[in-house]
Each structure stands twice: as structure tokens, then as C-alpha cells.
């Protein structure tokens, strides 16, 4: 399967760099192994020039649903394919997020699914500990961070289309992976209460920050 041979690509990367040497034996000797690699393993030159990014797992083997929103906006503005890995690791199931581009778009979106999803965390780990809420009435109010830390997202950074290429390497790489299980996530009958939690998520994914450089479209914070 084409996404399994990243460490080809990887090799055919430095060859084709070392392709470009001012030292005509080193180039041609360099090219020659490269077209021997991309024959082999059906690599494209470029294919050589995409990479798969994990970010931070998930720690269930299926997203939530406002999960899945935050991927799908990283997506809308990262310009990659997006899959996911689910493993059973230390007697609990994870979900990791594995992002297909080239390497600056899959690098910026790793890093903002990574800071986003851990000040979600964060965010649900004060609904616990100072609202003692119970875990469907964090979901309404984590639903409603994500929307708000999207609509964010989506006014700073540029929506981006995925290339062709990624695209198409994509499709030939994902054959046979399973399209990942979204969980749904149900508010009370309590309109009220609902209303209220809403309006705390929002309120706090207003607050969301990327407080480094994210790739090569803006490099200022977001917030």
C-alpha cells in the first residue's frame, strides 16, 4: 500500500536532492538509485515529495463528533488528506489522526490539530473539576468550543484545496482502510442548561490560540 513505503519516499527525496549535485558522478549515481526505488515501489517524483504527520491520539477508537469537525476544519484549510490509525495500547484504545501533504502543509496541520485538541482537553478537564459536570453535558459544551475555535480558524488561515497529487496518491494509498466511526454526541432534554453550556463553549473557544508559526500562510498567533 502506497502510504506504507514513507521511508521510500524518504530515501527518494535525498536522492533526487543529491541528483542536483554539482559533482556529475555523485548525480547521475544518485538518479540512477532513485528511478530504481521508484520503480520498485510505485513511487511517483511526486509522491517523493509527500509525508504522513501523526498527531496526538485521541484516547478512544472512535471520534466524537465534535472531534471530527476540528479534523475537518484543519483539513478545509491545511490543503491535506487525513486518516486515522486506530491501536490498543497500554489496555485502552486510541485514535491517532495521520495527515497526507507535502511536508509544510502536513506539518502545520499536525501542529494545529495538536495545540487545538489540547486545550480541548484542557478545557474539559475544568468543566469536570470546577462544574463537576457530567460527560454528555461537557460534550454540549466541548461541541460548542470546537465550533467557535473553528470559525476561528477559518477566518485567520485561507481554505486551501488538496493538490491533485496528494489527492490522488491518497486514494491509491487508502484502499482497504476503514473509514473511521463517528460517535454522536446528545444534548439533555434541559434547554436551558443546554443553552448554558453552549454559551460557555463558546464564550472559551473564542479564547483558542495557535501561539506559534503554523506553516507558511500567517506566522502570527491566533487569538
Known amino acids: 500500500m502506497a502510504m506504507n513505503n514513507d521511508r521510500y519516499r524518504d530515501k527518494v527525496r535525498k536522492l533526487l536532492a543529491l541528483a542536483e549535485s554539482s559533482n556529475p558522478h555523485e548525480a547521475e549515481r544518485a538518479l540512477s538509485q532513485a528511478k530504481k526505488i521508484m520503480a520498485k515501489y510505485n513511487i511517483s517524483a ?11 491520539p485521541v484516547p478512544r477508537k472512535r471520534l466524537k463528533d465534535y472531534e471530527s469537525l476540528m479534523i475537518a476544519c484543519i483539513r478545509e ?12 495500547e497500554n489496555q485502552k484504545w486510541h485514535c491517532y489522526p495521520q495527515f497526507v501533504g507535502v511536508t509544510s502543509d502536513a506539518s502545520m496541520a499536525a501542529y494545529c490539530f495538536d495545540v487545538l485538541y489540547s486545550q480541548l482537553v484542557r478545557y474539559q478537564k475544568e468543566l469536570k473539576k470546577d462544574h463537576n ?12 468550543w470546537v465550533k467557535s475555535a473553528c470559525r476561528k480558524l477559518l477566518s485567520f488561515f485561507d481554505r486551501r484545496a ?3 497529487h496528494v489527492s490522488d496518491f491518497y486514494e491509491r494509498g487508502s484502499e482497504g ?14 434547554e436551558h442548561l443546554n443553552e448554558a453550556l453552549r454559551n460557555h463553549g463558546h464564550r472559551h473557544g ?7 508559526a503554523a506553516g507558511h500562510q500567517k506566522r502570527e498567533a491566533l487569538g
Do not use: W
Open 177 to 190: 482502510i476503514a473509514v473511521a466511526r463517528i460517535r454522536e454526541t446528545k444534548a439533555s432534554d434541559d
Open 206 to 212: 473564542e479564547q483558542a490560540r495557535l501561539s506559534k
Open 162 to 164: 488538496v493538490p491533485d
Open 133 to 144: 459536570l457530567s460527560a454528555p453535558n461537557r460534550d454540549v459544551a466541548s461541541k460548542s
Open 46 to 56: 511526486q509522491d517523493s515529495e509527500i509525508v504522513e504527520i501523526t498527531a496526538i
Open 77 to 88: 484549510v491545511s490543503g491535506c488528506e487525513i486518516f486515522f490509525k486506530s491501536r490498543y
